[in-house]
C-alpha cells in the first residue's frame, strides 16, 4: 500500500525550488537504476533522504511496474519510447540473430521505435548515462551514453565534449569485474563514478540549454547487486557505505533540485525493483534435465554448442525459445508440435516446486512443496506490436528470491554467487512534482513517463 502527498500552496508560505507552480515550461528525470519504491519509503521513514522524501510528500509518489524480463535494456528502451518490447524491438542485452540460433547483441541502432528526444526534435536535449544508448546518435542536443559502451569515442555526441569528459577522468560505468575480487575497491569506485556522473549532470544543466534533461545514475542498480544485503543488517561491514551511498545521491537531487526553479516538471524513477536473493535457478539445467536441451561437446560455451536435435534452450535472463521451423532455419518442430510444446513446457514449469530441483527445507529457501516460479508466460500473453515474431516463446517470472539465469554451463538446477541482490518486476517507483497526478499515476509502468514529458514539451 502507498499513500499519495498533496499540498496546498497558501499565500505567505515559501515555494521550493523544483516545485512546479503553473504550468511547466521543460522537464527534467533522474533515473535511480534498480532502486525499489519500498527502499526509498524506508530511507525516507530513517531520515536519510531529506531532500527526495520532501519531493515525494509535496508530489507525487506511486510504485511502477517494469517490463518482463526485468533488465535495464528492456525497461530503459521502454522508458525512452513509451512503448513495449513488442513494439521497439528489445528484449535483453543479447538476442538472437533473425532465423539462426546464434547470438547477437542489439544496441541502440536496434531499437525500432523513436525515442522521446527524437520525438521532439525542435526541443534542445541532454541525455547523461542513460543504458543502451550506445552508440550515440546525433540529436538536438547532448547524450553521453550509458552501459554497455565498449568504445568511448562513439559513446558521446557531440564528439566535442570528449576531451572535456576524460580530462575529468570519466566513466560510464564502474569496474565490476575487479569488483568481484574486491568489494571494498568496488565500494570506493561506486563513490567515485557517482562523484564524477554528478558533477557532469550538473555543469550540463547549469551551462547548456535545454528543454529536455534526462540523467541516470547506474551506480545504485551496482550497489544493489554486490551489497544489498548491507542495507537492513547494522552488523554488515558495508552498510554504512550503502546508507551513505543514498545520502550522496539524495544531497545531488537537492542540488538538482536547486538547479531547476519552478517552470520543470522534475521526474524520478527507477527502471526496476530489487530485493534479496537466495539463490540462481538455471534454465538451461533444467530444459536439459527435461531431455530438452542437448550439447555437442561436455563445456559448452556458446549457443553453437547446442546439438541440432535440441527442442528449447534459454537466453538470459528468463526467455525460452522453441526450435521451430518456422522460426530457425535450423529449427526441427513443426508448427503444431511447437506450439504443443510450448503449452507443455509452459505448464510443467508452473508446477515445478523447490523439491524438484533439489532444494529441501534445510536448506533456508523454503518449503520443498513451494513453486520455484512466480509464473510462466508466453509470448503472445506478455507482447504486442510489429515485433512480436522476435519475441521469446516462453517468459520466466522470477520468484522474489530466486533469480533465473540461462548459463549454458552449470553443474546444477541451482547455486549462489558472490551478488546479494536480484531484480523485480514490481516495487520499482515513479515520483512526479505535482501532487495532482496521484490518482492518474496508480498503477503506472515504466511506459508510462514518456507521456508526461511529451504532454510538457508538446505545447506550442
Given amino acids: 500500500m502507498f499513500q499519495c502527498h498533496w499540498t496546498r500552496l497558501w499565500p505567505g508560505i515559501e515555494v521550493k525550488a523544483g516545485m512546479a507552480t503553473g504550468s511547466p515550461r521543460r522537464v527534467a528525470v533522474l533515473g535511480l537504476d534498480g532502486v525499489p519504491f519500498t527502499l526509498l519509503k524506508r530511507l525516507f521513514d530513517s531520515g536519510v533522504m531529506p531532500n527526495m522524501a520532501q519531493a515525494a510528500s509535496d508530489g507525487t509518489f506511486v510504485p511502477m511496474r517494469t517490463e518482463l524480463p526485468a533488465i535495464s535494456s528492456v525497461a530503459w528502451t521502454s522508458f525512452m519510447t513509451g512503448v513495449g518490447p513488442g513494439d521497439h524491438g528489445i528484449f535483453g542485452f543479447t538476442d538472437l540473430k533473425s532465423g539462426e540460433i546464434a547470438l547477437h547483441l542489439p544496441s541502440f541502432d536496434d531499437i525500432r521505435s523513436p525515442v522521446i528526444w527524437h520525438m521532439l526534435p525542435k526541443r534542445r536535449s541532454i541525455v547523461v548515462n542513460v543504458p543502451f544508448t550506445y ?106 557505505d550503502f546508507i551513505d551511498y543514498y545520502r550522496t545521491v539524495d544531497a545531488f537531487f537537492g542540488r538538482l533540485l536547486q538547479n531547476l526553479g519552478t517552470d520543470t516538471r522534475l521526474i524520478a524513477l527507477s527502471d526496476h525493483g530489487f530485493t534479496n536473493l537466495k539463490t540462481q535457478v538455471y534454465l538451461n539445467y533444467i530444459l536439459k534435465a527435461e531431455d530438452l536441451l542437448f550439447f555437442k561437446r561436455p563445456d559448452p560455451r556458446g549457443l553453437e554448442d547446442i546439438h541440432p536435435e535440441s527442442k528449447a534452450f534459454a537466453l538470459d535472463p528468463t526467455r525460452i525459445y522453441i526450435s521451430s521451423r518456422e522460426r530457425f532455419r535450423s529449427g526441427i518442430l513443426g508448427r503444431s508440435e511447437s506450439d504443443e510444446l510450448k503449452a507443455r513446457l509452459k505448464s510443467r514449469l508452473q508446477n515445478l516446486r523447490l523439491g524438484d530441483i533439489g532444494i529441501g527445507d534445510h536448506e533456508g529457501l523454503g518449503s520443498v512443496d513451494e513453486p520455484l516460479f512466480d509464473g510462466v508466460d508466453t509470448g503472445e500473453e506478455i507482447y504486442r506490436g510489429n515485433c512480436l515474431v522476435m519475441a521469446p516463446d516462453l517468459v520466466v517470472v522470477p520468484r522474489r528470491g530466486f533469480d533465473v539465469k540461462a548459463a549454458l554451463n552449470v553443474p546444477t538446477a541451482t547455486m549462489k554467487d558472490i551478488f546479494t541482490g536480484m531484480h523485480t518486476h514490481d516495487d520499482a517507483f515513479l515520483m512526479v512534482n505535482d501532487a495532482s497526478l496521484c490518482e492518474r499515476l496508480a498503477g503506472s509502468t515504466i511506459k508510462d513517463p514518456a507521456a508526461l514529458i511529451r504532454e510538457v514539451l508538446e505545447q506550442s
Fill in 135 to 240: 552508440p550515440a546518435r546525433p540529436l538536438n542536443g547532448t547524450l553521453i551514453a550509458g552501459f554497455v559502451a565498449p568504445r568511448f569515442d562513439a559513446a558521446v555526441y557531440p564528439e566535442s565534449l570528449i576531451r572535456r569528459l576524460t580530462s575529468i577522468n570519466y566513466r560510464i560505468d564502474v569496474d565490476a569485474v575487479r569488483g568481484r575480487q574486491d568489494r571494498r575497491l568496488l565500494m570506493t569506485d561506486l563513490f567515485d563514478t557517482l562523484k564524477i556522473h554528478a558533477q557532469v549532470m550538473e555543469d550540463l544543466i547549469k551551462h547548456e540549454p535545454w528543454d529536455l534533461f534526462i540523467g541516470v545514475i547506474t551506480g545504485t542498480d551496482r550497489l544493489h547487486h554486490f551489497f544489498f544485503d548491507a542495507h537492513a543488517d547494522p552488523g554488515n561491514s558495508f552498510h554504512k
